[in-house]
């Protein structure tokens, strides 16, 4: 069964990961089962379902037909039971403690999957009439309202599909707004402990990137920030809590010195979950800022849902906002202000003509998530949301004071860190790495925290509990990876077999992404050349 395959490599099941004793047949043990491709499940002779031949077998596809399309068919059972049993190989929320630093992933109530499933908000179509999805454009309003109250802002743009793309939103009201007042200014400043993804948007957008220092305790260096600015730079993106785990307390300087130069602040909203109900952005002076729904407000990640990243705007940056964007009348009907509608409802809202760089998305938003995200916080109210913020912090710190001496925590002099605990490999035996430690937390039972990022720390380990967890299950983590920092420390050799419990072993990360195999090739005839990639793993 682990033979290597058409696809080019099957990595082994290897010794030590429930290999003792007698093989079986098949290659599973017990409920650990050896689940095949699907090309190697299915036939391409065969289908799942029966369907009668078309009356009408002309093409209308222009000469644009192809040939098969080589794909194996399977029956229902057989798909479904290939999702499970991988499904079963995998980590989740709803299996433990989720470590992975600035992700916030935190438990998804299932009151917010409950209401998301009603009749009226499942099955809302982007197309449907207006007057047909007053309830949704209700939903939309009302999460929008709570999102300005509890961040400080005038406005919000409720499009974006993810955080990435709100960052580009809120980049893209600022580059508006230069625009339209004749500045054409090139440069958007990026401090080293901000996400990674904040100059990649930058850059995205047209402008040049320039990084500004951290000081020794993580935090931005506001003297170097202040010698920096000048007529050309066009913002600051910087993420409060940073990536290290820290609040900015100079944020509102940064923003009065950015404002005196002329340049707008966009905050990275992603570690919101540690200052929501607690501080408003906004009052800090910020300009724009994204809400990740999929961490703060709890809505799933991944494969469990999509993002969705509204864009708060300040009021010198709302005008220009992206189409569309919802709005209630004095006769208390809300309104879906398209193109067509902006002129007539600018006045009221904005206080003179809009002037929207245009729109983000085809249609409105995630709605599945914003019906999530409002039933979150209105279960929670303001008390509860508080709560959020206060546990989030206690947890991150009681990791953070709890690995005290076997791992370094190189801003643990800072004072407390937020929603986040960052370690450094600092103290480890020779050879051995943060690689190391995240493939041994896999055997105790846990998900990796997130690995060498930030940039600013040697081997980082970003642990973010969120509120979550309880002292029983934090107690569970910390002894785990104490164990196995202890280990690392002492040169225990072990640890670089590690995972040995897991379905697989090991693999060669770095050929894996340097030449991954991503299709599937069909087996060539026994005794002939069949092409097949290279391995990319490790036994």
Known sequence: MNEINASGWKPSMGEGQGSAGAATVTGNRALMLEERLLFEIGSRERSGVDLPEPKDGSSRLGGL???GIDLPGLTEPETVRHYTRLSRQNYAIDLGLFPLGSCTMKHNPRLNEKVARMPGFADVHPLAPRETIQGALEVINELAHWLIALTGMHGVAMSPKAGAHG??????CIRAALEARGDARQVVLVPESAHGTNPATAAFAGYRVENIPATK???????ALKARLGPDIAAVMITNPNTCGLFEPE???ISDAVHAAGGFVYCDGANFNAIVGKVRPGDLGVDAMHINLHKTFSTPHGGGGPGSGPVVLSEALSPFGPLPYTARTADGVVHLVEEEDADAFSAEHFGGKMQSFGRMTAFHGQMGMFTRALTYILSHGADGLKQVAEDAVLNANYILRSLDGVLDAPFVFSGPCMHEAIFSDKGFA??????????????????????????VVHGAMLIEPTETESKANLDQFIAALRSIATRARAGDETLKAAPVHAPRR??????????PILAYRTPAPDGADSGAGANVGGG
């Open 65 to 67: 037909e192809r040939g």
């Open 506 to 515: 090991r693999l060669d990360e770095t050929l894996a992404a340097r030449k």
């Open 217 to 223: 305790e993580g935090r931005v260096d506001l003297d």
């Open 251 to 253: 944020m509102k300087a």
């Open 430 to 455: 020779e050879g051995f790495s943060t690689l190391d430690v995240a493939k041994a937390l896999i055997d105790e039972g846990f998900h990796p925290m997130t690995m060498y990022f930030p940039l």
């Open 167 to 172: 960052e580009l939103c809120g980049i893209l």
